[in-house]
C-alpha cells in the first residue's frame, strides 16, 4: 500500500487469524457457528453478497446455508419464517440481504430476528446498546469504521468528526460509536447539503467519514489538509468501483484515506465473521 492509504486487506487479515484460534476453541466446546442468509428472489445484488460471504464462510469452517423465498411473499409469512429460524438451535445466525419487497416494513423484519442471532446488529435492542457505548451485535460496516480509524492510533478525543450520510446501519451508529470516543461528532445529510453548509462541515473535519452511495459526492478538495478520510462508499462508474470522494485529489490533502475498493469492505466482511462467531458463543452460554 502507498504511504497514506489505508490498508483494508491487512486489518481484515489481522482479524481473521484472531477469529482462527477463536473458532478452533468454539469447535472444542462442541459450538458449531451456522449463518442462515434469508433472501427474497433472485436478486443480483443480493446474491452477488451471499455468494462472498458463503465463501468467506467456507474458508473458516462455518456452516452457510441460503433462504430464498418468493418475492410475493408478505410481511407475516417472512416474519414467521425468521421466527423459525430464531427457535432452530441448529442455526447460530442470521442475515437479511436487501431489497425486500415492496410493502415490507424492513424496520418490523429487523426487529424480528433473534437479538442472540442477529449478526448485522440490526435489532433494535442491539442498537439501542451502541447508546451504551457496549455493543454486542452492531452493524459490521459501523464497526469496520471504528476499527479502521482504530488501526491508525489517531486520537479521537477533542477531534472534529463530520459523518456525511445518517444511514440506520453506517451513519447513526458510526457517529455514536464515535461520539464514545469523545470526538466531537457532526451528522451531515441531503438537509445539509440542500442548506448548502455541507462544504463547511466537510472542510473542518480531522476524521471525515462518507457514506451516501453517490459518487464523488465529496470533491476532493473540500478535504482539511491532514484529515483521516474513510469512504465507506462503493459504486459501480462504468467497468470500475468508486466511492463517495474524489480520490486522487482527495488522497492529496488527506494525512490517511481508505481506498475503494480495499478500504472498509474486506474489513466489513472480517466484522461479519466475527459477529458471527460471536452469536455461536452467545447461544452456547445462554
Known sequence: ??????????????????????????KKMGIKPKLVSVQLGENFSASVYAKQQKKNCER?????????????????SLLAEIGKLNLDNTVTGIILQLPLSEGIDLRMVRAGIAIGKDVEGVNPFNMGWIIYGRPFLASCTALAVKEIIESTDVSLYGKEVVVVGHSDLVGKPVALLLLDKLATVSICHIGTSEAGNLQDYVRKADVLVVAVGKPGVIPGDWIKEGAVVVDVGINRVG????????????????????????????????????????????????
Open 1 to 26: 500500500m502507498e504511504q497514506n492509504l489505508i490498508d483494508g486487506k491487512a486489518i481484515a487479515e489481522k482479524i481473521k487469524k484472531e477469529l482462527v484460534k477463536e473458532l478452533a476453541d468454539l
Open 60 to 76: 473458516f469452517g462455518i456452516t452457510y446455508e441460503q433462504k430464498i423465498f418468493d418475492t410475493d411473499i408478505r410481511e407475516a
Open 239 to 286: 467497468d470500475k468501483i468508486t466511492g463517495d470522494v474524489e480520490f486522487e485529489k482527495a488522497r492529496l490533502k488527506a494525512s490517511l484515506i481508505t481506498p475503494v475498493p480495499g478500504g472498509v469492505g474486506p474489513v466489513t466482511t472480517a466484522i461479519l465473521l466475527r459477529n458471527v462467531l460471536k452469536a455461536a458463543k452467545w447461544m452456547k452460554k445462554s
